[in-house]
T-cell receptor
Framework: NAGVTQTPKFQVLKTGQSMTLQCAQDMNHNSMYWYRQDPGMGLRLIYY???????DKGEVPNGYNVSRLNKREFSLRLESAAPSQTSVYFC?????????????FGPGTRLTVL | SQQGEEDPQALSIQEGENATMNCSYKTSINNLQWYRQNSGRGLVHLIL?????REKHSGRLRVTLDTSKKSSSLLITASRAADTASYFCATAPLMDSSYKLIFGSGTRLLVRP
């Protein structure tokens, strides 16, 4: 099993450009998450999808949109990139059964917005 | 805003020594989890402790939880150079039925050979 995969690994954008970060998991997990991690900081939740067909805002949703394409895939879109969105983006998934919500993380996408 | 805050922010120890990291949080929780992040990699789950548990062990890891003080500690015994990483606590707030996690800012651990 590949676990959680993310593409691309690295991306450089110019201000105003758009892009979509892809995430897929092969563990049959119900819930998926997008985080950003800025230098020296913990993870901040951008959006999450508790189950297929639902998405909700996290702590820092402005400037982002998401799509839960199916149970496996959850994409994050930047419509008009800004330098403040320079960060490392992590996708995660979890089984949502009671309070057993251990999360499994992808390797991350390093995004630089010039 | 960050729910969990780790202390210290950075820790440097000699191989073989024990490492202790602390986490404080603000609201009541379902559970608290610890994760490790090696440089440039994604987070890896280490251990989960539920709100009705006080202590849990996993190999060289020992986690304690004091819900009255809203704090937790992670002890790594007999540390190795390979333990060098950042360690994050994450809490699942009690009033949040979605069970999403809120991460702290992390402790950077350096284990010197």
């Amino acid at each position: 099993n590949a676990g959680v995969t993310q593409t691309p690994k690295f991306q450089v954008l110019k201000t105003g450009q758009s892009m979509t970060l892809q995430c897929a998991q092969d563990m049959n997990h119900n819930s998926m998450y997008w985080y950003r991690q800025d230098p020296g900081m913990g993870l901040r939740l951008i959006y999450y999808s508790a189950s297929e067909g639902t998405t909700d805002k996290g702590e820092v949703p402005n400037g982002y949109n998401v799509s839960r394409l199916n149970k496996r895939e959850f994409s994050l879109r930047l419509e008009s990139a800004a330098p403040s969105q320079t960060s490392v983006y992590f996708c995660a998934s979890s089984v949502w059964v009671g309070s057993n919500n251990e999360q499994f993380f992808g390797p991350g996408t390093r995004l630089t917005v010039l | 805003s960050q729910q969990g805050e780790e202390d210290p922010q950075a820790l440097s120890i000699q191989e073989g020594e024990n490492a202790t990291m602390n986490c404080s949080y603000k609201t009541s929780i379902n559970n608290l989890q610890w994760y490790r992040q090696n440089s440039g990699r994604g987070l890896v789950h280490l251990i989960l402790i539920r709100s009705n548990e006080r202590e849990k062990h996993s190999g060289r890891l020992r986690v304690t939880l004091d819900t009255s003080k809203k704090s937790s500690s992670l002890l790594i015994t007999a540390s190795r150079a390979a333990d060098t990483a950042s360690y994050f606590c994450a809490t699942a707030p009690l009033m949040d039925s979605s069970y999403k996690l809120i991460f702290g800012s992390g402790t950077r651990l350096l284990v010197r050979p």
